[in-house]
């Protein structure tokens, strides 16, 4: 039966396929969420109105965990199936197509390590000048700022706990399964399947990045969010690996759920988004010089390895 409609798929007109695939890839996701979230509802024994309203309470171990479950599963319906389900229409190979059979090169990932380290603060400081902009255009109070602020919200209920077990939670829900998934979807699905067949790489990029950042829904970080999706994007062109990105994003989110960690524990003060504003406002600017140095290295070292290449098909031809 599988290989009969395997056959089937396979055989069916280029004109066809893609909306094959495309509807597929829609209804396979919204059935998974669908059934997850009838799941929550059964096990929580409640309605949707009164899901939405645990959710919303920003607080209680029902809050938290309905939210960690919904969250897991709003992650694999929208950036996990689709590009999945697309690949196995087509017929092809996942690693291969998505650029994960590449190990990550040694020289990119660690100078992408440090520069996700060192960008911190450069980030932080354009969060800060991203929402004096929207305000100065919209308001002190708009209600793009009140979503804004109620997703914080949410993040903070699940980031506060103080628990050991908690903390391996939060990194595999808000840190782990964003990193893999959006990145297989946005930088390897969306920047290198699908704009790479229609722009060049500079727009495929720039493209996605845009839509990376449009796509969470929290405009007062949108301007960083969008300028750290263009770096993920070019380091993906540069190193070949989709690897590399899983690894700083990763590294990125991490980096907040352990910060969040520490404070609840009383190990530390202010969470890492604090440093590069206010009276360390300097860190964000050497936080750029750093930044700005690391891609210039990564850079020179790809087109190296371009030359490198051009020379040697030179030699052979």
């Given at each position: 039966?599988?290989?009969?409609f395997?056959?089937a798929?396979n055989?069916?007109?280029?004109?066809?396929?893609?909306?094959?695939?495309?509807?597929?890839?829609?209804?396979?996701?919204?059935l998974?969420?669908?059934?997850g979230?009838?799941?929550?509802?059964?096990?929580?024994h409640?309605?949707?109105?009164?899901?939405?309203?645990i959710?919303?309470?920003f607080?209680?171990?029902?809050?938290?965990?309905?939210l960690?479950?919904?969250?897991?599963?709003q992650?694999?319906a929208?950036?996990?199936?689709?590009?999945?389900?697309?690949?196995?229409?087509?017929?092809?190979?996942i690693?291969k197509?998505?650029?994960l059979q590449?190990?990550?090169p040694?020289f990119?990932?660690?100078?992408?390590?440090?520069l996700?380290?060192?960008a911190?603060?450069?980030i932080n400081?354009?969060?800060?000048?991203?929402?004096?902009?929207?305000?100065?255009?919209l308001?002190?109070?708009?209600?793009?700022?009140t979503e804004?602020?109620?997703?914080?919200k949410?993040?903070?209920?699940l980031?506060?706990?103080?628990?050991?077990?908690?903390?391996l939670i939060?990194?595999i829900?808000v840190?782990f399964?964003?990193?893999?998934?959006?990145?297989l979807?946005f930088r390897?699905?969306?920047q290198k399947?699908?704009l790479?067949?229609?722009?060049?790489?500079?727009?495929?990029?720039?493209?996605?990045?845009?839509?990376?950042?449009?796509?969470?829904?929290?405009?007062?970080?949108f301007?960083p969010?969008?300028?750290l999706?263009v770096?993920f994007?070019?380091i993906?062109?540069w190193?070949?690996?989709?690897w590399?990105?899983?690894?700083?994003?990763?590294?990125?989110?991490?980096m907040?759920?352990?910060?969040c960690?520490?404070?609840?524990?009383n190990?530390?003060?202010?969470t890492?988004?604090?440093?590069?504003?206010?009276?360390?406002?300097?860190?964000?600017?050497?936080?750029?010089?750093?930044?700005?140095?690391i891609?210039?290295?990564?850079?020179r070292?790809?087109?190296?390895f371009q030359?490198?290449?051009?020379?040697?098909?030179?030699?052979?031809a």
């Amino acid at each position: 039966m599988s290989t009969s409609f395997r056959k089937a798929v396979n055989s069916m007109p280029d004109s066809v396929k893609p909306v094959f695939a495309g509807l597929s890839a829609i209804t396979i996701a919204g059935l998974f969420f669908i059934i997850g979230i009838k799941g929550e509802l059964y096990f929580l024994h409640t309605d949707l109105n009164g899901f939405s309203l645990i959710l919303n309470s920003f607080n209680g171990e029902t809050s938290v965990v309905a939210l960690r479950s919904y969250l897991t599963l709003q992650t694999i319906a929208l950036f996990a199936i689709p590009p999945l389900v697309i690949a196995w229409c087509y017929g092809k190979n996942i690693f291969k197509l998505f650029l994960l059979q590449t190990k990550p090169p040694f020289f990119f990932l660690v100078c992408s390590i440090i520069l996700i380290i060192f960008a911190n603060p450069v980030i932080n400081l354009l969060v800060e000048y991203n929402g004096i902009t929207v305000d100065s255009l919209l308001g002190a109070s708009n209600s793009l700022k009140t979503e804004d602020l109620n997703t914080q919200k949410l993040v903070e209920s699940l980031l506060t706990d103080t628990s050991i077990f908690s903390f391996l939670i939060n990194t595999i829900v808000v840190a782990f399964l964003p990193a893999v998934f959006e990145e297989l979807f946005f930088r390897g699905f969306l920047q290198k399947v699908v704009l790479r067949k229609y722009v060049n790489v500079h727009v495929a990029i720039i493209s996605t990045a845009f839509f990376f950042s449009f796509i969470h829904f929290q405009f007062y970080g949108f301007i960083p969010r969008f300028l750290l999706g263009v770096v993920f994007g070019y380091i993906l062109e540069w190193s070949g690996s989709l690897w590399v990105t899983i690894i700083i994003h990763f590294m990125n989110n991490f980096m907040a759920v352990v910060s969040c960690f520490l404070v609840s524990r009383n190990v530390i003060k202010d969470t890492a988004d604090s440093i590069g504003t206010g009276s360390t406002m300097w860190l964000g600017f050497v936080s750029a010089f750093v930044v700005v140095g690391i891609i210039f290295l990564m850079y020179r070292k790809y087109q190296s390895f371009q030359n490198a290449k051009t020379t040697q098909t030179s030699t052979f031809a």
